[in-house]
């Protein structure tokens, strides 16, 4: 399994952008499909975006479409989110994730390593 760290979550202010960064572990990152997950308070876990291995495919949630940018640096072992025009209702914990699914799956049982977390706080 890859083992997966994500960094850049934080406090910002709503209108504002943020860019989650997800570190992966090992040789064979280029061989997973990446994605993004998200779960706020009392609610359950949601998929927000995905790329394929070489990152020419990308796959956004339907609500999330056009405020988002999901990127890959497989010289890097490394996976962005870049977040714009942020929300009060985007304030979550952010996974990454990782698949060895040909495709890009939406759901999270089609991911079988996950990061800690990274929370984003989208306020005032």
């Known amino acids: 399994q890859v083992q997966l760290v994500e960094s850049g979550g934080g406090l910002v202010q709503p209108g504002g952008s943020l860019t989650l960064s997800c570190a992966a572990s090992?040789?064979?990152?280029?061989?997973?499909?990446m994605g993004w997950f998200r779960q706020a308070p009392g609610k359950e876990r949601e998929f927000v975006a995905g790329?394929?291995?070489?990152?020419?495919?990308?796959r956004y949630a339907d609500s999330l479409k056009g405020r988002l940018t999901i990127s890959r640096d497989n010289a890097k072992n490394t996976v962005y989110l870049q977040m714009n025009s942020l929300i009060p209702e985007d304030t979550a914990v952010y996974y990454c994730?990782?698949?060895?699914?040909?495709?890009?799956?939406?759901?999270?049982?089609?991911?079988?390593?996950w990061g800690q977390g990274t929370q984003v706080t989208v306020s005032p």
């Open positions: 090992g040789r064979t990152f280029s061989t997973y499909v």
């Open positions: 994730a990782a698949s060895q699914y040909v495709f890009i799956s939406d759901k999270a049982a089609g991911f079988g390593s």
């Open positions: 790329i394929s291995r070489g990152g020419r495919d990308t």
